[in-house]
């Protein structure tokens, strides 16, 4: 079946220090691959996605590049805000259907 | 503006006493999902609706129950609530991605179950 791993936070940082969360899955097919991000007490935003292989999602100075060879999505952020403290989720949909495979989540914390 | 707003934001309830929850949409979307996510995990996809066809996970108990009277509206019923159901149930509203075309899902900002 299909699943998604990424790294265990948290991730703790300075502002304006530069972010990686790793995020690699497994899937049949050609599935779709996003990045959702969660703030305190809030549901699921989504940040940038990608449908197809050499994608690259952006948003909000955030990016992801879709690597078929490396079967990886990995978020990045050049430089990060207080505002950025949240928790990421790395998700999968599979060509077959609608249903969304997620990442456990990682927690990034911005400290000013 | 909200497109996908879960009623209420907290739920207290006893144990044992059912509760609805609520989800309403303005996006006209015709898959609509339910998840449950305890603190600090993932969402876990309880089940979902493509139109009027209702999907249950296999792993959702029985106690989870659920309508959608319309296109709008979605309702989760927990029958008997136990201290295990505690947590922050997720709405989520999408079109149909199985026809080729990739389509997110949008999320409602949930509502946090406590169970007394």
């Known amino acids: 079946g299909n699943s998604v791993t990424q790294m265990e936070g948290p991730v703790t940082l300075s502002e304006e220090a530069f972010l990686t969360i790793n995020c690699t899955y497994t899937?049949?097919?050609?599935?779709?691959l996003f990045w959702y991000v969660q703030y305190p007490g809030e549901g699921l935003q989504l940040l940038l996605k990608?449908?197809?292989?050499?994608d690259k999602g952006s948003n909000k100075g955030f990016e992801a590049t879709y690597r078929k060879e490396t079967t990886s999505f990995h978020l990045e952020k050049g430089s990060v805000q207080v505002s950025d403290s949240a928790v990421y989720f790395c998700a999968l949909l599979g060509a077959a259907g609608n249903k969304l495979t997620f990442g456990g989540g990682t927690r990034v914390l911005v400290k000013p | 503006d909200a497109m996908v707003i879960q009623n209420p934001r907290y739920q207290v309830t006893q144990f044992g006493k059912p509760v609805t929850l609520s989800c309403s949409q303005t996006l006209n979307h015709n898959v609509m999902y339910w998840y449950q996510q305890k603190s600090s995990q993932a969402p876990k996809l309880l089940f979902h609706?493509?139109?009027?066809?209702?999907?249950n996970e296999a792993d959702t108990p029985d106690n989870f129950q659920s309508r959608r009277p319309n296109t709008s509206f979605c309702f989760l019923d927990i029958r008997s609530p136990g201290l295990g159901d505690a947590a922050m149930y997720l709405c989520?509203?999408?079109?149909?991605?199985?026809?080729?075309?990739?389509?997110?899902?949008?999320f409602g900002d949930g509502t946090r179950l406590s169970i007394l």
């Open positions: 609706y493509y139109d009027k066809d209702f999907n």
């Open positions: 899937a049949t097919g050609y599935p779709s």
């Open positions: 989520a509203t999408s079109r149909d991605s199985a026809r080729g075309r990739v389509q997110p899902q949008h």
């Open positions: 990608a449908t197809k292989a050499d």
